[in-house]
């Protein structure tokens, strides 16, 4: 992943908005929730892997490089230690 750059005059001379966050509220949640309840929303397409409970530390690691992996989900009853394909 690279570094995100770019330059505000550029903006302004568009007359665009750009709005950034770092947290998101509660009703962001909610309606993500229904999304992908009635299937607006592909939940599956983001899970990259998968590991057990003794593979957290590892899928932690990966996580660390955005280019391998999205979503890891934990599986306590997978065999194995490592990382495996999304199911």
Do not use: N, W
Request: contains cysteine.
């Amino acid at each position: 992943m690279t570094e995100d750059v770019f330059t505000p005059v550029v903006g302004l001379h568009k007359d665009i908005t750009v709005t950034m966050c770092m947290a998101y509220p509660p009703e962001e949640f909610a309606g993500t929730l229904e999304r992908i309840a009635d299937g607006t929303i592909d939940a599956a397409a983001l899970v990259t892997g998968q590991t057990c409970l003794g593979g957290v530390s590892a899928a932690l690691d990966t996580l660390r490089r955005p280019d391998d992996h999205v979503k890891v989900l934990v599986r306590p009853g997978l065999p194995g230690t490592g990382l495996h394909p999304a199911p």
